[in-house]
């Protein structure tokens, strides 16, 4: 994992006690909160529908045993004992006070984390593939790549008030897990022919009010180029990006309405002016970045172990929820937070540390958060299985439901945020009770849910994706199919007419029903079911009765 | 407020310190309680409720007041837009969550399809 060296450590030391002594004159009044709302926002700190809400930043989704058990204790301390992973790999308090957060971003620090640019116009917490440096199917570590585009934003003088706000999502496999179409940069990391690694460089994909898919601009960027490029095509944003309509004013409008080519042109002259300058990545100090990044010390073992005794619901574990390791004898193990019933992506403390234990013990002090909201042990080894899945199970989260029906991913929505028109999470919970005696039999299907247009719970790329609205002072609930935000990236349609809290739950079921009775054979996936059948059958279904 | 309801309204800020949700009451203090809010029955008292909100956020007692929609029924006052339901009863997804204590008022509760009695 990557340290903090003097710099990091310094840099992230003097903002807490900068953000302290903008609350303390905050609280006293000699900053009024139209003076102080974009400095609580530069330091992740929201106002949200019951209270202050804190956003962590967990670069590219790594986190250490240690990380892990501080996020435990500032949720007992400070919260009210829980917290919620994100979408974006972030963590989220929905409960501290004001007064409390330079306390908590002191504690963040001595376990080098902090909460800035989780917020605002700025380059965003950079995610990445959550199985990177574990999974059997990358070219490399996608991570030194995150982590050098980290340090390059923070704070970057130019692009600190950007148009809109900005995310970068890098993979280095040819499955996408960080969903980089649907990202204002998106980087692919390739073998090329030569045995050089390049990258495949996607512009303009976001979700929100206007869904868009990215582009690809460029497919062979040498990593040593990575920055200068990356540099300009922020550039031709920052100057052309509107800033008169906020509606308009992310990157994907520009490129959508100037066409791809002509952005890429922008980008391709503004980059032959500054590349091999300042911004020329040396191999020696990308060596140096991936250095933290090494595999860990496994050990030689075996391919194939015993794993356990007879247990049925330990077998439907292991193939639901572990993965296969680049290591010989190890696996990656997903930790589903979607206990059927339960609120996707929050943890208590007790389970958070519970967790930081098995990874010590069994995974090389590492934690991975997904953008699934679920978190991943990356590098368990075989042997060791069936106690991990034990204490899971001792903890309530031994779900082997990774990537079925109810692994549902949903926005806090508007049980917890001041933006929402409709709950999420109700409906998230109400949907994996109703189908999770059958999720076994339905197979790998997307649900993802959000609680108002700007998306947070993807549910543009859903396979069945829920967006909740407001009509006339009520919650109501639109669906829509076909979307995905893997490899093979595509937008959600909207089915029709929408529906109340408990005609959608309805509805999803209908819909699921629908899939099973037509797909031609249990292995037929739900998006080729519904590209071979279109939408039809599924309206006929959902509407019949309305 | 809408012109045609004949609605009625709250004032209602969140606190500065600790960003918890609070209505101005009788008493001229800020409640949690949506029970003790006074109530503002017609466009000057609305107004006036509103000049109150703008003076204690500029004395940094709450930020961002506004007016809520309410109607009384039973006696007890109901927010009309469901948004304004689950600010006053707090999230309907906490029961399993050590130490949450729901805040005492009126919310439309999606599992049951109507309106429930937090308790």
Redesign the interface.
Not at chain 2, 80 to 83: M, S
Not at chain 2, 96 to 100: A, F, L
């Given at each position: 994992m990557y340290r903090y060296d003097e710099f990091d450590a310094e840099f992230v030391r003097q903002r807490v006690a900068q953000f302290r002594d903008q609350v303390g004159r905050r609280l006293t009044g000699e900053l009024t909160e139209d003076e102080f709302k974009p400095l609580r926002l530069m330091n992740g700190v929201y106002l949200q529908l019951h209270a202050y809400m804190l956003r962590i930043a967990i670069p590219y989704g790594t986190l250490s045993s240690r990380q892990l058990r501080k996020l435990a204790h500032i949720a007992r301390a400070y919260d009210r004992g829980t917290g919620h992973f994100t979408t974006r790999q972030n963590l989220q308090f929905n409960w501290p006070k004001l007064s409390d957060i330079p306390d908590i971003l002191e504690e963040l620090a001595e376990v080098e984390m902090h909460a800035i640019q989780t917020s605002g116009n700025c380059i965003r917490n950079v995610t990445a593939d959550h199985f990177a440096g574990a999974t059997a199917d990358e070219v490399a570590d996608p991570r030194p790549y995150a982590e050098i585009i980290r340090q390059w934003s923070s704070l970057h003088p130019e692009f600190s008030f950007l148009p809109r706000k900005f995310k970068v999502a890098v993979t280095a496999s040819p499955r996408d897990r960080a969903a980089i179409q649907v990202h204002d940069i998106g980087l692919h990391l390739k073998r090329h022919a030569d045995g050089s690694l390049r990258f495949a460089v996607y512009v303009g994909g976001g979700q929100g009010r206007t869904p868009i898919l990215a582009k690809l601009i460029r497919d062979d960027l040498h990593e040593q180029d990575l920055l200068s490029y990356l540099e300009a095509i922020l550039r031709v944003y920052n100057l052309h990006g509107r800033r008169d309509n906020i509606y308009k004013a992310r990157i994907k409008i520009l490129v959508h309405e100037i066409g791809a080519d002509a952005f890429a042109r922008q980008v391709e002259e503004e980059w032959q002016r500054i590349r091999g300058g300042a911004l020329e990545l040396p191999q020696v100090e990308i060596a140096r970045i991936d250095a933290y990044f090494a595999p860990p010390a496994f050990e030689r073992r075996p391919a194939k172990a015993t794993l356990r005794a007879p247990d049925r619901a330990f077998d439907r574990w292991v193939t639901r929820n572990t993965h296969a390791h680049k290591q010989p004898g190890y696996a990656m193990v997903t930790i589903s937070l979607k206990p059927i019933g339960g609120i996707p992506g929050d943890a208590s403390a007790d389970q958070m540390d519970a967790i930081a234990d098995l990874a010590q013990q069994h995974s090389f002090d590492e934690i991975r958060v997904t953008h699934e909201q679920n978190l991943v042990l990356p590098h368990v080894r075989l042997a060791d299985l069936w106690e991990v899945y034990r204490a899971l199970k001792g903890i309530g989260l031994a779900e082997a439901n990774a990537g079925l029906v109810t692994d549902i991913i949903a926005c806090p929505g508007l049980d917890y945020c001041a933006l929402a028109n409709a709950r999420s999470i109700p409906i998230a919970q109400r949907i994996s009770e109703r189908l999770a005696a059958r999720q076994d039999a339905i197979g790998d299907l997307k649900i993802k849910i959000s609680g108002c247009i700007n998306a947070c719970g993807h549910h543009h790329v859903g396979h069945i994706g829920i967006l909740g609205v407001e009509k006339r002072g009520e919650e109501h609930y639109q669906l829509l199919l076909g979307g995905s935000g893997a490899e093979d990236a595509a937008l959600a349609a909207i089915t029709g007419p929408g529906f109340g809290p408990d005609g959608i739950v309805d509805a999803v079921e209908k819909v699921v029903e629908t899939y099973l009775d037509l797909r031609s054979s249990a292995q037929e996936p739900f998006l080729a079911a519904y590209a071979r059948l279109g939408a039809a059958p599924f309206k006929d279904a959902i509407y019949a009765a309305t | 407020m809408s012109k045609s309801a004949p609605h009625i309204s709250v004032l209602t800020a969140?606190r500065?310190?600790?960003?918890?949700?609070v209505f101005l009451d009788f008493e001229g203090a800020w409640n949690e309680s949506l029970a003790e809010a006074v109530v503002a029955r017609d466009p000057g008292e609305a107004r006036a409720l509103e000049d109150r909100g703008a003076y204690d956020?500029?004395?940094?007692l709450v930020?961002?007041p506004y007016l809520v929609e309410v109607r009384e029924e039973a006696g007890r006052l109901i927010p009309?837009?469901?948004?304004e339901r689950?600010?006053v009863s707090?999230?309907?997804?906490?029961d399993?969550?050590?130490?949450?204590s729901p805040p005492l008022a009126a919310a439309a509760h999606?599992?049951s399809?109507q309106l429930v009695e937090a308790a």
């Open positions: - | 969140n500065l310190d600790d960003g918890i949700v956020a500029a004395h940094n930020v961002e009309i837009r469901t948004r689950v600010r707090g999230p309907s997804i906490l399993d969550v050590p130490g949450y999606p599992a399809g």
